[in-house]
């Protein structure tokens, strides 16, 4: 049985078989997560990158769509959501080998005298951290994928992952304000 939060397994049939209305379906039921996954690693304010990586994704779903098994080790949002992470490491690593994102950091050294709103903290440090970092935080605390799970989503070894997030989360708290620090 399918949860609110997966496809049924009709429409995903449907779709798997190249149902135009099912695959509109399949993209209306995952877009949110997959686009807000792909922001969160890429780290950029425009959504277009975010965007991107997210289309370049769905081409790649709906490219092997046919050989996702409904019965196999993976349900259908994490199978999309590991696509989605390494598309978003390959375009955050673009975009960060074309431009820097100093000018941000900059402004926000320069009013360093006033503690940023925690929102403002975590933007700016998950900014900080590498993409690989990133990508495992997130997958980790937002998306609560297991150690193992991440692992073979980012075709990593789990001591990797645990190392990982272990590093990222140290860099979110050295970053935290003063206040949040104590809290």
Not at 8 to 21: C, F, K, P, W
Not at 32 to 44: F, H, K
Not at 45 to 53: C, L, N, T
Not at 108 to 137: C, F, G, K, Q
Request: hydrophobic fraction near 50%; aromatic fraction near 4%; glycine fraction near 2%.
């Amino acid at each position: 049985m399918a949860s609110a939060r997966e496809i049924d397994e009709v429409t995903l049939r449907r779709a798997q078989r190249g149902d135009a209305a099912a695959c509109r379906a399949l993209v209306l039921m995952y877009q949110d997560r997959v686009v807000g996954l792909c922001a969160r690693i890429i780290g950029r304010i425009d959504r277009s990158a975010a965007e991107d990586a997210a289309q370049e994704t769905f081409v790649a779903v709906f490219a092997q769509l046919q050989k996702f098994t409904p019965l196999g080790p993976a349900r259908l949002s994490t199978w999309m959501l590991t696509i989605a992470a390494r598309r978003a490491i390959d375009a955050q690593r673009q975009l960060a080998a074309s431009q820097r994102m100093h000018d941000e950091v900059q402004v926000r050294a320069a009013n360093a005298s006033a503690a940023p709103p925690v929102s403002d903290w975590i933007a700016s440090a998950l900014a900080e951290l590498t993409a690989e970092h990133r990508a495992v935080l997130l997958l980790s605390d937002v998306y609560e994928f297991e150690q193992r799970e991440i692992a073979k989503a980012l075709a990593i070894e789990i001591g990797t992952v645990k190392s990982r997030l272990a590093r990222a989360r140290a860099a979110m708290r050295a970053s935290a304000p003063h206040q949040a620090r104590l809290a």
